[in-house]
């Protein structure tokens, strides 16, 4: 049998490679190597290119809107639009306020009329909700499970769809040119009440049995252990609320020009014709600020809470 023969090119092809594999530095070796590092790293790439794609979508229309509030007329007609001003101006804002100065009714009362519907309204369904919630959630009583699936129906009719009932309560009830109008509607939204009863049913029983030995009352229960305990829900609800009632108008129940909202009379003087663009720019940049800072606010707490609460049975 003829010897095994080794081929000397082969075996010099080997060294060459050898050496430069010694010489490549050690990054470029383990990025080229292994496989699993090579697709975390492509992946995490083209994860935050993907995440600032979207960023930029989201962020796109605000910026727009921002710059929009602060371009004269000539910028706000120009077509193709620019999308970052040229000559920034605050005359949109001094046009607002020269208009709320020649009103009849004056700014401040559409303020209040818009802080006390806002304060009282969001406070109250919070408050309303967490109360039918509490029973629903933690007690079985003859006909809760009945209340409990009329809730969640009553989640897929529209607010146009029962916007003629509720104006022909409202009216049988003597409230039209009334805050109570567009309060007490508030007070029975089921987004709320379904909210805060899907929150507390995650609590556990014996948290309740545990205040009861120790002789606290329903009410100190849900005072003092529920609603700490559901923070996370009704901040949540809070959010919810306080931005639909910052952009309610109703004009659908208060016709007195005393008693309209602040969103309302922006909403007019938006409505005149092209000559106020800027206004309509200024008074966009006005609605869309209020309940941004409001919710950043209250979404750090939403989160700060259930980072340091953790309820187990």
């Not at 594999?21 to 496989?35: D, E, G, L, Q, W």
């Not at 205040?211 to 559901?230: N, Q, T």
């Not at 014709?273 to 919710?295: D, N, W």
Request: glycine share 4%; no cysteine.
């Amino acid at each position: 049998m003829a010897p095994f023969k080794v081929s000397t090119v082969s075996l010099e092809k080997k060294q060459n490679l050898r050496i430069k594999y010694k010489r490549a530095p050690n990054a470029f070796i383990k990025f080229f190597t292994n496989t699993r590092s090579n697709r975390s790293v492509w992946g995490n790439i083209l994860l935050v290119a993907f995440l600032t794609f979207l960023a930029f979508l989201f962020l796109f229309p605000v910026i727009f809107m921002v710059n929009n509030a602060f371009k004269p007329l000539h910028e706000l007609l120009k077509f193709p639009p620019d999308i970052i001003v040229r000559t920034p101006t605050l005359n949109n804002f001094l046009e607002l306020r020269v208009i709320f100065q020649d009103s009849v009714i004056p700014l401040s009362r559409y303020i209040f009329n818009t802080v006390f519907i806002l304060v009282i309204g969001t406070a109250g369904q919070i408050i309303f909700a967490s109360m039918a919630a509490y029973p629903l959630a933690k007690y079985k009583f003859f006909g809760s499970e009945v209340i409990s699936r009329i809730i969640v129906l009553s989640l897929m009719f529209s607010p146009v769809v029962t916007a003629v009932p509720n104006y022909v309560i409202i009216s049988k009830l003597g409230l039209i040119d009334t805050y109570w109008a567009i309060i007490l509607p508030a007070f029975a939204a089921t987004l709320g009440l379904y909210l805060m009863k899907n929150f507390m049913e995650q609590i556990p029983s014996s948290l309740i049995e545990a205040a009861s030995i120790d002789g606290a009352s329903e009410f100190v229960i849900f005072w003092r252990v529920i609603m700490p305990s559901v923070k996370p829900a009704w901040i949540t609800l809070f959010i919810v609320s306080f931005q639909t009632m910052w952009g309610v108008t109703g004009d659908m129940y208060i016709y007195k020009e005393n008693l309209k909202t602040f969103s309302y009379a922006l909403g007019q003087i938006a409505r005149v014709g092209i000559a106020r663009q800027g206004v309509m720019a200024a008074v966009s940049l006005i609605m869309f600020l209020i309940p941004t800072i409001t919710f950043i606010i209250a979404q750090s707490n939403v989160i700060e809470t259930m980072t340091t609460s953790g309820l187990k049975e």
